[in-house]
Structures are given as structure tokens and as C-alpha cells.
């Protein structure tokens, strides 16, 4: 099965984020969050009370 979401999961394996792939806007803040959680240490990493879902 094949979406149109893009999602992605931090090192700790929790979800960070969801984007409709087919919205330009949207794969730019998936692009972006992919280098933040890409850049993070163990110790820049938010816990999971800190995660908020990104707005739609």
C-alpha cells in the first residue's frame, strides 16, 4: 500500500511529524524536519512530553 504522507521518527522512535507529500509547502517543513532530527544527540533530542504535532 502506497500514501501520500510522509512521516518521520526520531532516533528514540517517536513520530515527530506527518506531511501530505503532493503539497510543495508541505515537503518543505518535512524536508526541514528531516535535517533537525537528522542533526540532533542524544542530549538535543526533545523527550516526548516536548513533541507537539506539527499543524496540518
Same mark, same amino acid.
Given at each position: 500500500?502506497?500514501? #501520500?504522507?510522509?512521516?518521520?521518527? +526520531? *532516533? /528514540?522512535?517517536? $513520530?515527530?511529524?506527518?506531511?501530505? !507529500? $503532493?503539497?510543495? +509547502? *508541505?515537503?518543505? !517543513? !518535512? #524536508?526541514? =524536519?528531516?535535517? #533537525?532530527? =537528522?542533526? #540532533?544527540? +542524544?542530549?538535543?533530542? @526533545?523527550? /516526548? *512530553? +516536548? !513533541?507537539?504535532? @506539527?499543524?496540518?
Amino acid at each position: 500500500m502506497h500514501s #501520500e504522507r510522509g512521516v518521520v521518527f +526520531d *532516533r /528514540q522512535g517517536h $513520530l515527530r511529524g506527518s506531511y501530505h !507529500l $503532493l503539497q510543495p +509547502d *508541505r515537503v518543505k !517543513l !518535512l #524536508e526541514k =524536519l528531516i535535517r #533537525e532530527v =537528522l542533526a #540532533e544527540t +542524544d542530549s538535543t533530542a @526533545p523527550n /516526548q *512530553r +516536548d !513533541l507537539q504535532e @506539527p499543524s496540518p
